[in-house]
């Protein structure tokens, strides 16, 4: 298995466990726990993923991938300086 369809699987994954919810929920609620839990190179990664077309990611996973911003940090995450 690839390392994007590993990611794509995890997201699926955790989109189909909020599912129950109602999809605009179901799609929050994915995107949250991209935030919260992805670290800052899975969920660039999973973005580059979509950039490129998004296989296999299912509608809720890939709503909420499409919501991640460019760089979405949580609360006591590590930023880079840069340089």
């Known amino acids: 298995m690839t ?3 590993k990611l794509v699987m995890m997201a699926n994954q955790i989109a189909r466990a909020f599912a129950h919810e109602g999809e605009d929920r179901a799609v929050a609620c994915t995107l949250d726990h991209l935030v919260k839990f992805w670290a ?6 999973i973005r580059a993923h979509l950039a490129q077309g998004g296989e296999g990611l299912l509608p809720l996973a890939r709503r909420a991938v ?9 609360k006591g995450e590590d930023r880079p300086t840069g340089g």
């Not at 800052?40 to 990664?45: F, Q, S, Y």
């Open 3 to 5: 390392p994007p369809d």
């Open 40 to 45: 800052p190179t899975m969920r660039a990664d």
């Open 66 to 74: 499409e919501g991640l911003p460019a760089t979405a940090w949580p």
